[in-house]
């Protein structure tokens, strides 16, 4: 079996998330600037972005898995690209915060529309990117 480039490569595996992480975090800054949430509703660009890390977390990681072992090209791809860039561009905390506030300004029905949508949507984002693996990748090795 060859030894990729990347198997030789002596950065430690937490440098790759760190340089994926400030990439995604800049991504998904630069869009809020350029897109910024509404100031009444659903929080449509927090959500666009959400939904969309998961649909390419789900095809990247199920890619990953079905083209073979977790090593070399592949596990950079994984923690740079899935942990790093895309943990970075998705982001948790603001979609939280955003939540809370919205209750608190008694906007209680639009924070749990937002909750239902993207929970259930990153949920199904992530299912559709793992079945558009599947079929681009196929269903094994």
Not at 52 to 60: H, Y
Not at 66 to 77: K, N, Y
Not at 79 to 86: A, H, I
């Amino acid at each position: 079996m060859a030894v990729t480039r990347w198997e030789t490569t002596r950065l430690p595996p937490g440098l790759w998330v760190f340089g994926g992480g400030c990439l995604g975090t800049l991504a998904r800054a630069a869009l809020s600037a350029a897109i910024p949430d509404p100031g009444v509703g659903v929080p449509t660009t927090t959500l666009a972005i959400n939904l969309s890390g998961a649909l390419v977390l789900g095809w990247l990681l199920r890619t990953l898995a079905l083209t073979g072992s977790d090593r070399g090209t592949r596990r950079v791809l994984r923690l740079g690209v899935g942990t790093g860039v895309l943990g970075g561009y998705t982001t948790f905390s603001t979609f939280d915060v955003q939540s809370i506030t919205l209750a608190l300004h008694h906007h209680v029905a639009v924070a749990a529309i937002y909750l239902v949508v993207s929970l259930i949507g990153g949920f199904a984002a992530a299912w559709a990117g793992t079945a558009l693996a599947h079929r681009t990748v196929g269903s094994g090795r």
